[in-house]
């Protein structure tokens, strides 16, 4: 179970023992002890309860039996409850009647008990608190950790972990308990009557066990292994249509079908694999059980027909087994549960336990305005033991400034700019904002004091005006159009059918490219950050709408220090300060007048947008210098 | 402002219905897919009769055992009991193993021929019916759906019959025993199904809520997880956290209403069963002392009660599961009644060459009626032109290029390629002699080679290396991890757009197609992979008729006719000098576009 989440997260490793494990999750159970002992003593006296209900029934058999035939043996009445010596036997009987229909009414409420405070326990006590702790650790992490783990694996650490690791609590230890006091209970009962014949009619369990565990042990692979080959024919479905183009312009359809056709094949052939195996395992288990009754007729009946065991015994004894064979099968669940609850538990505990690696100082600097001013003095910074993504950065920008960054992939463009909300800090040197480090500052305070434009707009699934409103949440309508209006995306919201409350869709697909962005733009300028950051506005922006971007930029840049990544030459030539960055290094800096004198990657880049064909040449043969 | 998250989920498929009431029409399409598994579907109702009457008859062997030598003291009698009891039991384990391995494998033979079908009846659909509908549907109707009526034909039929067997087997030996006592029992059952199938509605109910709040658990999630940048960025830590918590206190309101329901219907299936255990014991027990009835028949009545009785949920979660796979059935047949907008007219031309000529007539087309996206477009284009196609977003561009690559037919006019109406033509052929590269690059699971080998599957190795090595980017391969086997993640997720977009193009050229259509990428890539991308696409459109969406100047600057859209209609063409001294709409992109 655990192989496909070792591989997906690096960091997963056994860092806390199985040992350490438990004893948080003991813990966490003693947390809800309360509702934990409800659950478990209301089960006790169930279990009970359910031994005599059916207790009773073979000794109305034996009374009416022994009424019959006087030389058959005397009912057993069960902890010395024996009848007053008046009472007829039809009278016995009502009373039997009476009580089994007594306490399987009280049975049926304390049932419906039973399940409320299990579902308490884990609907309302432990899943939501658990889900809410990760949600608010995950959210403070840095940035790192989401570098480190695919996102699915995250999701799964708040959905699927946290749902393993509460098994744990009412799969493993209650139901544990529960299981271990009903066999005892069993068999104290079954032995008391007839300790030869108990021992008889459970020899066959631990077989039974055996075949249980080993089948689970079987399965678990083969399942796993169905789920992947499930998902591989998903896979070609959604491909199939997303791409239905692709395949429709090469004319591949039949390839295509034929392709679906055998994801499919082999899902069929894999489960049928599974099929012969459930098909024999159940009925082997139904086999096992049944011969345990088998033993019991023959010996029992053996007894009984000696005269040495009541015939209502007899009976009981039939029904006790059934259920005595039923807790040894959830044996091998529970011991499955375990497994699967102490990996997931140490999934969660791995994220709860995670450094928050950029934290807020101890006494942090509030100023109370900000001007824009930056200095960075010889700042690298490196993700780990891998090559510095930036080296020894040093340079000013005064407030108001616009200062664009040109590079190529992996240069280090969108690492520089995303020293300055501190979602990493510098592994050596230091950034200043008017003159103060900003690993001193407040930490939301320098946040809402940085606005940030990114690449892909990422908008959420909720209104406009609420998407707009992200970062102050109890922003009014007056504000949020202002916002709008500065990013040049009021008019066409107003267009929209339903203005500023239309939803966006997942992706925010209903928008094109450049509405989107307008409005990650003015998300950014609501808050009148003193500085601002766009991480290539323009980048899945089409060409012939990028001046509507542009324009937007212009007009929220305005005394802002601003950084903007660029690739586009119209971008470019806007920014007071050019920096050419290459393997994290500044390579040359100026003005667009000052670069294009120059020999180097700006010009180059230049001319390259312009169309010019031995430039084109010449770069593509030559590489960059 | 608050709470508003749960307000905008209206989650895809919350509009399908859960259950359908049970229809003729779709039993009997149901019972067609059987047939070609009809040698498997008839041993498995021998199968099934036969667990009908072997398993009461296991109740009532031991029944007699109990009633006959162990009452009455015949130590011998008891062992043959048992023998006979383990032969007959074990024979009865025999017939289950192929009852339920059938059972399963016909279900799932039944699933993979109606996916099959299903999937075969998409790929035949033209393009415009995959703009009205969501991907998310067509998995759904090929996996929940699908499975909806796998549950249908390999249990509701089977285990109802099954269930009705030993009910009726039972039965009918109680009411051999004793009928009177058994008439009572039979009063039981409405009240039984009536309990069963009011719990079972609700629970549907509730499990359906379940998962709606859960998928907007999981949708929060997923957003904040890919946003996360954002919410940092942007301080929203602890206004996210009080939505996440009141998401996911929602979400346990629908689990504890599950849980509320459970806890009721159990307990009250298992009450029924105490209730009659009572009614047994004084009733049957007032008969014996009376004696109208032996005490054997009060120990057979217990046994065979519990048979009996536990039949009647069975059938009834059966029937709720049959409401479900109705459900499902007619979601599925639907999609499989689907009728294709057109498809190729019966004697189509199948092209097995191309020039490359291509020719608009005045042709105008609509994707919603009413709503015209090309008016009189007419232009014609020699073999091994280039056509530039300009214009802002919206003009009808991308529309122009679908028709040439006949995924559409134009509503009013003519397309001709190489003097054929488009109309006239194999839909197969001429997209086998078009090589396309779409705008999104979209690329498919698998290698480098497989995604180039798309368009051409029987190509060679060499073939494939071929088209790569005359786009110059070979070396641009070679880097690539593992080179021609590098693995291309969902949606080409682990190449950069750059390499994306060459794959795509030695994917377009590899049959050597005649006439190129090219959405070119808008996204901005850096400088040196811009520099190859251009040398490509040179070479790539060399010789051949095509037609590009031009983004890049270099582009429309080579470009042999310009074409400049505006509004579904041509409004200026020529080429780059003329169209710049026109200083009309093109004078106006270029100047937009240079950033003058």
């Known amino acids: ?625 | 402002m608050k709470g508003s998250y749960t307000r905008h989920f209206a989650r895809d498929g919350a509009d399908e219905a859960v259950q359908r009431p049970i229809s003729f029409a779709m039993v009997k399409r149901l019972y067609h897919y059987s047939k070609a598994h009809r040698g498997l579907r008839n041993w498995l109702l021998v199968m099934v009769s036969l667990r009908a009457i072997q398993v009461p008859l296991v109740t009532w062997i031991i029944t007699q055992i109990v009633v006959g030598p162990i009452t009455q003291g015949k130590s011998e009698g008891v062992l043959w009991g048992v023998a006979g009891f383990v032969a007959f039991e074990l024979f009865t384990e025999i017939v289950c193993v192929y009852r339920s391995r059938w059972a399963l494998m016909f279900g799932e033979a039944i699933v993979h021929d109606l996916r099959n079908d299903l999937h075969r009846h998409i790929m035949s659909m033209p393009l415009s019916f995959f703009q009205r509908r969501k991907i998310g549907r067509f998995i759904s109707r090929m996996t929940s759906d699908v499975d909806a009526v796998r549950t249908g034909v390999q249990d509701v039929v089977f285990v109802s019959f099954v269930q009705s067997g030993q009910a009726l087997t039972a039965a009918v030996l109680m009411a051999y025993y004793d009928w009177k006592l058994f008439l009572l029992m039979l009063g039981m059952v409405p009240i039984l199904w009536a309990i069963t199938r009011y719990f079972r509605s609700r629970l549907m109910q509730a499990y359906r809520q379940v998962q709606e709040s859960f998928s907007r658990v999981t949708v929060t999630l997923v957003e904040s997880v890919t946003g996360i940048r954002v919410i940092q960025g942007f301080v929203r830590e602890e206004f996210n956290g009080q939505l996440f918590e009141d998401l996911v206190a929602d979400h346990s309101k629908y689990n504890m209403r599950v849980a509320k329901q459970t806890a009721a219907l159990l307990p009250l299936l298992e009450f029924n069963g105490q209730l009659f255990l009572a009614i047994i014991l004084v009733l049957g027990g007032a008969q014996v002392l009376d004696g109208d009835v032996s005490l054997a028949t009060i120990i057979r009545f217990l046994f065979l009660s519990t048979l009996f009785f536990s039949a009647v949920p069975a059938i009834g979660g059966q029937y709720n599961n049959a409401l479900t796979a109705m459900a499902g059935a007619e979601r599925v047949f639907d999609l499989l009644d689907a009728k294709a907008d057109w498809t190729d007219k019966p004697g189509a031309t199948v092209l097995s060459s191309l020039e490359g000529r291509v020719e608009f007539r005045d042709v105008g087309f609509e994707y919603v009626p009413g709503r015209p996206v090309l008016r009189h477009v007419s232009f014609e284009v020699k073999a091994g032109q280039t056509v530039a196609l300009v214009g802002p977003t919206g003009s009808g561009k991308s529309s122009m290029i679908k028709l040439i690559g006949r995924l559409y037919l134009p509503g009013s006019g003519s397309v001709f390629i190489d003097g054929h109406d488009s109309r006239d033509l194999d839909g197969q052929s001429l997209a086998h002699r078009v090589g396309t590269v779409p705008q999104d690059n979209f690329l498919f699971t698998g290698t480098v080679r497989e995604n180039i080998r798309m368009s051409q599957p029987d190509a060679s190795d060499a073939a494939v290396e071929e088209a790569v090595r005359s786009l110059g980017m070979w070396d641009l391969v070679n880097e690539l991890p593992h080179g021609f086997d590098t693995q291309v993640g969902e949606g080409g997720g682990s190449l950069s757009l750059g390499q994306r977009q060459l794959i795509c193009f030695a994917r377009a050229l590899l049959p050597d197609p005649k006439i190129i259509i090219l959405d070119e990428a808008t996204s901005s890539v850096d400088a040196v992979t811009e520099a190859r991308l251009q040398l490509a696409l040179q070479k790539l459109l060399h010789g051949r008729t095509s037609f590009v969406i031009a983004h890049r100047l270099s582009t429309i600057r080579h470009a042999d006719i310009i074409l400049v859209m505006s509004d579904g209609q041509i409004v200026e063409r020529g080429q780059h000098a003329e169209l710049v001294a026109q200083k009309g709409a093109y004078f106006e992109l270029h100047r937009q576009f240079v950033g003058e």
């Open chain 1, 1 to 625: 179970m655990s192989a496909p989440q070792t591989l997906t997260d690096g960091l997963a490793a056994q860092s806390t023992s199985d040992s350490q494990v438990l004893l948080r999750l003991l813990k966490l159970a003693w947390r809800h002890r309360t509702r934990c002992l409800a659950v478990l003593g209301l089960q006790v006296v169930l279990l009970v309860l359910g031994v005599w209900g059916l207790s009773f029934g073979g000794l109305g058999v034996d009374v009416l039996r022994h009424h019959l035939e006087p030389a058959a043996p005397q009912p057993h009445w069960p902890l010395g409850l024996t009848p007053p010596a008046g009472l007829s036997t039809w009278q016995t009987l009502l009373a039997l009647g009476g009580l089994i229909l007594g306490m399987g009414l009280f049975r049926g409420f304390l049932n419906f008990a039973y399940s409320m405070q299990a579902g308490k326990l884990v609907h309302i006590e432990i899943v939501p608190a658990v889900r809410a702790d990760v949600y608010a650790k995950l959210q403070r992490l840095s940035f790192r950790f989401f570098d480190a783990h695919a996102s699915g694996s995250i999701i799964n650490r708040v959905t699927r972990d946290v749902q393993l690791l509460r098994s744990f609590i009412d799969g493993v230890m209650i139901n544990g308990i529960i299981m271990c006091l009903s066999l005892t209970l069993y068999a104290v009962y079954m032995i008391s009557t007839h300790p030869w014949l108990t021992a008889a009619s459970l020899v066959l369990s631990p077989v039974l066990w055996v075949v249980t565990h080993r089948f689970s042990k079987w399965a678990q692979p083969e399942y796993a292994k169905n789920r992947k080959l499930v998902d591989n024919m998903v896979l070609r479905i959604a491909e199939g249509t997303k791409g239905i183009q692709v395949v429709k312009v090469f004319g591949q359809e039949k390839e295509e079908h034929a392709r679906f056709v055998a994801a499919n094949h082999a899902v069929k052939e894999q489960q049928t694999a599974i099929f012969k195996a459930v098909s024999v395992y159940g009925p082997s288990v139904q086999f096992l059980s049944q011969m345990n009754v088998a033993v019991l007729l023959g010996y029992g009946g053996w007894l009984v027909s000696a005269g040495e065991l009541s015939l209502g015994s007899l009976i009981v004894f039939v029904g006790l087994l059934q259920k005595f064979g039923e807790q040894v099968r959830s044996m091998a669940t529970v011991v499955d549960t375990l497994q699967q609850s102490l990996s997931g538990a140490r999934r969660v505990f791995e994220v709860l336990d995670a450094d928050v690696e950029v934290q807020c100082p101890v006494d942090p600097v509030r100023p109370t305005q900000i001007q824009g001013g930056l200095k960075f003095e010889r700042v690298s910074f490196g993700f780990g033991s891998e090559q510095a993504a930036l080296t020894d950065l040093d340079f000013e920008v005064k407030p108001g400034q616009c200062v664009a960054i040109l590079g190529g992939t992996g240069s280090g463009k969108s690492t520089l700019l995303s020293l300055l909300p501190r979602f990493y800090d510098p592994t050596a040197g230091r950034i200043l904002l008017d003159g103060v480090d900003l690993r001193a500052l407040d930490l939301d305070v320098l946040r809402r004091n940085v606005g940030v434009v990114f690449q892909e707009s990422l908008l959420f699934s909720a209104t406009i005006a609420e998407n707009i409103a992200f970062g102050k949440p109890e922003a009014s309508q007056a504000d949020i159009e202002r916002a709008a209006k500065v990013a040049r995306a009021h008019d066409f919201i107003m267009a929209l059918p339903e203005g500023y409350d239309s939803v966006l869709q997942e992706a925010a697909t209903n928008l094109s490219g450049g509405q989107k962005q307008r409005i990650a733009i003015a998300r950014a300028i609501l808050l009148e950050p003193a500085i601002l950051l766009l991480d290539d506005p323009t980048a899945s922006v089409d060409p012939d709408t990028e001046h509507e971007v542009l324009e937007a930029v212009d007009s929220a840049t305005k005394n802002r220090t601003t950084f903007i990544v660029a690739h586009r030459l119209s971008t470019l030539r806007r920014a007071d300060i050019i920096f050419v960055l290459k393997e994290g290094r500044i390579v040359q800096r100026g003005t667009h007048a000052e670069l294009m004198d120059q020999s180097g990657l700006y010009s180059r880049t230049a001319r390259l947008q312009t169309g010019d064909s031995e430039e084109l040449a010449l770069i593509a043969l030559g590489g960059v210098a």
